[in-house]
């Protein structure tokens, strides 16, 4: 949690010295990266030369895998660190620029779509989370954090509402361990789970990004499914994410009452404060592309962008996902989190399955 | 941390995170649409 507090710290920006304090970190996202892209080209190109039969496993996992191999082997050095931390910086990016694959007709039809799930998850994640920690005995304000990290954004909307709550350290470090770790483990179970199901591109999209946590393992599920999938995974994680701002809202304003704190001020400051302002990024991009702003080859070259960022993105997942440090943190609000994800990824499939019924997904 | 719950709080100068993905995205963006970054290969 240093590094939260320390973001929130207002100190005067060195520019330069701050830029190469990041690219170490940067250059191994790079390296972890790109070693994701060789071996899914190298192992393939082998399999295939010597005639074995060996499924095809994306770049992404890859560049998980080898980052968290780094992660828990050798460690990521101390000045590796600010740059590696640019993970989500490069995800936020990558979301933004693949705006140019989505006409806005598109992003309103899916995107309604996905709001109207989003709505009924977010409201039966909530009550079950809490449900949860009470059964669990876990502190209030740990649930608290704990059902708005399963139900919303992960570790951004942890970091938000800790703020607004007024939450310890020590719970918002034990709901980021639990969501960090649950997220992980979506990216080894939903891509099977899709498969068996036999769940289209859409379907598998809309379920990615609505029941797995956080952004980056949202996207990094759907990529492991098929690019199509990758891209209705990032819409449908997008609008909720920006929920983000009504619920941290609706649980300060709970906090302050319980504790007879002063409420929220401003309300409709409050919610763009804690809008997640590259939506707007995303919509302007698409608005763009809707409006025949580039050609083909153009589109092209911002989708690989789009890809590139987040092949860093995907590498930052692997290499900050330390077992020792979640292990630390122990095991009850593990259990919690994860009994919590088994039901939230249930609701959010049965969700996906029913909509699939009513609408062309 | 109680004072954030308000908006007094003093936010650090600068770009947000998003600010700076937004605006990297849209530079990246010009840079396409001006023939600058042309055929970006994957």
């Known amino acids: ?361 | 941390m109680a004072d954030q719950t308000n908006e007094t709080k003093k936010k650090p100068a600068g770009l947000s995170l998003d600010g700076w993905a937004v605006t990297v995205a849209l530079v990246l963006t010009a840079l396409v649409r001006l023939g600058v970054l042309k055929h970006v290969s994957w």
């Open chain 1, 1 to 361: 949690m240093a590094s939260s507090t320390a973001v929130l710290r207002a100190e005067p920006i060195q520019f330069p010295r701050k830029i190469i304090a990041l690219l170490p970190g940067v250059a191994l996202l790079t390296v972890v990266g790109l070693a994701g892209k060789v071996l899914e080209k190298s192992i393939g190109t082998y399999t295939k030369a010597h005639h074995i039969v060996f499924p095809n496993i994306e770049y992404v996992l890859w560049a998980i895998v080898v980052g968290l191999l780094i992660s828990n082997t050798v460690g990521v050095p101390a000045w590796f660190k600010p740059g590696v931390a640019t993970y989500e910086f490069w995800l936020k990016t990558g979301i933004v620029l693949l705006g140019a694959r989505f006409l806005l007709g598109d992003v309103l039809k899916l995107g309604s779509v996905s709001l109207v799930l989003v709505l009924i998850e977010l409201t039966l994640s909530i009550a079950f989370m809490t449900l949860l920690g009470r059964i669990f005995k876990l502190s209030p304000k740990l649930t608290s954090l704990l059902a708005v990290g399963s139900s919303i954004c992960g570790v951004s909307a942890i970091i938000a509402t800790k703020g607004a709550i007024d939450a310890d350290d020590e719970d918002a470090s034990f709901a980021i361990a639990a969501i960090l770790a649950l997220g992980a483990l979506a990216l080894f179970t939903f891509p099977p789970i899709g498969h068996w199901l036999g769940m289209n591109d859409h379907m598998y999209g809309l379920w990615a990004g609505t029941g797995v946590d956080n952004t980056a393992e949202a996207v990094a599920a759907g990529a492991l499914y098929s690019d199509a999938a990758a891209k209705i995974a990032v819409l449908a994680k997008t609008t909720r994410n920006a929920m983000i701002g009504f619920v941290v809202l609706g649980y300060a304003l709970y906090w302050a009452a319980r504790e007879g704190r002063q409420a929220v001020g401003n309300k409709a400051a409050f919610l763009w404060q804690k809008f997640p302002k590259f939506v707007l990024g995303f919509l302007l991009i698409s608005l763009l592309a809707s409006l025949s702003v580039f050609n083909k080859d153009q589109i092209g070259s911002l989708a690989n962008l789009s890809r590139w960022a987040f092949l860093l993105t995907f590498a930052g997942v692997g290499l900050r996902i330390n077992f020792k440090e979640m292990k630390k943190q122990g095991l009850r609000p593990f259990i919690v989190g994860a009994l919590g994800e088994i039901v939230i990824a249930a609701i959010t499939l049965g969700l996906v399955l029913g909509a699939s019924k009513l609408v062309k997904l």
